[in-house]
């Protein structure tokens, strides 16, 4: 093998999210389809909950991509942390309201009182990254939502702090969660051989047998980000073997070694 294949099969792990990107694994199909059912329910929000890395901005993103075409719907990547901007910004998503100067959270309210009786369809609002919001900015989400003017979509980390404010926020008035996790070993073989068949790396793909993956599943716990950080330094050192000393190099199967290097150099593993 060249060391193109190699090139390209890294570059399949580059952390990038991207609905185009989106693999299908039984589980995470299963869990998308419950998200997809809650968005049509006459819920107020849902909470896609789940630690990092484990796919809560992938969904996000192909639930912008699959549901844009039929109905009202804005997704805030990276939160907008000052509150007039952001209330300007929802002013001009939801309503193609154009605000100038300054709007504070009554006068947006008083927008929404005013417009909601005009529109057709409640928008839907996924906020990525909610975690990062002020408790006093997501109380006033939840106000807005509790009008029923607008439906939201918020996902939130995972830790111990953040646990906290989503029982402050959301224990008593959820609606419906939504958890997310890191893959399973099986799934985590088909997620990687079908990220890099979708690339046309057939033969990297190959490389991968259910005993390979079991290594890198013991060093990621079947975390998405931490398995694609691994592959992409993993074929990295592959594609570097394959330009300057071929003949260390087997191609056939994934080698030990190397695994054990690139959790080293990710920090994945201790030397
Ligand atoms: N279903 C999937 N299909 C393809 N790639 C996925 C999938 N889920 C996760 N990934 C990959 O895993 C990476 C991490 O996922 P993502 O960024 O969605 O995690 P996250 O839960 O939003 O993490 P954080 O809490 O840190 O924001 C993505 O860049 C993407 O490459
Ligand atoms: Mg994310």
């Keep these: 093998m060249n060391s193109s294949i190699f090139e390209d099969s890294k570059n399949v792990f580059l952390d990038s999210v991207d609905a185009r990107d989106y693999i299908q694994l039984d589980r995470v199909s299963t869990i998308y389809q419950s998200l997809k059912d809650s968005v049509k329910k006459p819920l107020k929000m849902i909470l896609l909950f789940g630690k990092p890395g484990t796919g809560k901005s992938m969904f996000l993103t192909k639930l912008y991509h699959d549901l844009s075409p039929s109905q009202k719907v804005f997704i805030y990547q990276t939160p907008i942390l000052d509150e007039g901007e952001f209330f300007k910004s929802l002013a001009r998503d939801m309503f193609n309201v154009k605000y100038q100067g300054e709007l504070n959270f009554t006068q947006f309210m008083l927008i929404v009182e005013q417009k909601m009786q005009e529109e057709a369809e409640i928008p839907l609002v996924l906020l990525?990254?909610?975690?990062?919001?002020?408790?006093?900015?997501?109380?006033?989400?939840?106000?807005?939502?509790?009008?029923?003017?607008?439906?939201?979509?918020?996902?939130?980390?995972?830790?111990?702090?953040?646990?906290?404010?989503?029982?402050?926020?959301?224990?008593?008035?959820?609606?419906?969660?939504?958890?997310?996790?890191?893959?399973?070993?099986?799934?985590?073989?088909?997620?990687?051989?079908?990220?890099?068949?979708?690339?046309?790396?057939?033969?990297?793909?190959?490389?991968?047998?259910?005993?390979?993956?079991?290594?890198?599943?013991?060093?990621?716990?079947?975390?998405?980000?931490?398995?694609?950080?691994?592959?992409?330094?993993?074929?990295?050192?592959?594609?570097?073997?394959?330009?300057?000393?071929?003949?260390?190099?087997?191609?056939?199967?994934?080698?030990?070694?190397?695994?054990?290097?690139?959790?080293?150099?990710?920090?994945?593993?201790?030397?």
């Design 128 to 271: 990525d990254e909610a975690q990062l919001y002020s408790s006093q900015q997501m109380e006033k989400i939840r106000l807005l939502s509790d009008t029923r003017s607008v439906k939201f979509v918020i996902t939130l980390h995972k830790t111990e702090k953040e646990d906290l404010i989503a029982k402050e926020h959301f224990q008593t008035r959820i609606w419906e969660t939504i958890e997310l996790e890191n893959a399973s070993n099986t799934e985590l073989k088909i997620y990687i051989q079908k990220k890099l068949m979708k690339a046309n790396c057939f033969d990297s793909a190959n490389m991968f047998s259910q005993k390979h993956v079991n290594q890198i599943y013991k060093l990621t716990k079947g975390n998405y980000r931490d398995t694609n950080k691994l592959l992409y330094t993993l074929f990295d050192i592959y594609a570097w073997y394959s330009e300057n000393n071929q003949s260390k190099l087997k191609t056939n199967v994934i080698s030990k070694k190397i695994v054990e290097m690139s959790a080293i150099h990710t920090g994945l593993l201790n030397d």
